[in-house]
Nanobody, 119 residues
Framework: HVQLVESGGRRMQAGGSLKLTCTAE?????MGWFRQAPGKDRERVATIGMDGSTNYAASVKGRFTVSRDNGANTLYLQMNSLKPDDTAMYYC?????????????????WGQGTQVTVS
């Protein structure tokens, strides 16, 4: 089991910027950010592999940047130009394997989430 702890979520004004952080107790190859808004399915926001390869949902591409510090087992999500549609609970996820790439497949470990509200 890999414990993941997110932080950084808060209430924001549209157009603002926010950075989320996720700390992991162990290193994993794939890490990602997911979000779920009330009444909606969970969606994949951004993923990153150990090699630094990244993928983004179309709705956030160009506004969000995912990064990681492998030495510190920490994942980040820099969110710029926030929109009300970005309002959601944001979850950090991780998995050891990389088959099919980090954008595809199921993630094994999940954090508790951090709320981002944009108005």
């Amino acid at each position: 089991h890999v414990q993941l702890v997110e932080s950084g979520g808060r209430r924001m004004q549209a157009g603002g910027s926010l950075k989320l952080t996720c700390t992991a107790e162990l290193y994993t190859y794939c890490m990602g950010w997911f979000r779920q808004a009330p009444g909606k399915d969970r969606e994949r926001v951004a993923t990153i592999g150990m090699d630094g390869s990244t993928n983004y949902a179309a709705s956030v591409k160009g506004r969000f940047t995912v990064s990681r510090d492998n030495g510190a087992n920490t994942l980040y999500l820099q969110m710029n130009s926030l929109k009300p549609d970005d309002t959601a609970m944001y979850y950090c996820a991780a998995r050891f394997g990389r088959d099919g790439g980090c954008w595809s497949g199921e993630y094994t470990f999940w954090g508790q989430g951090t709320q981002v509200t944009v108005s």
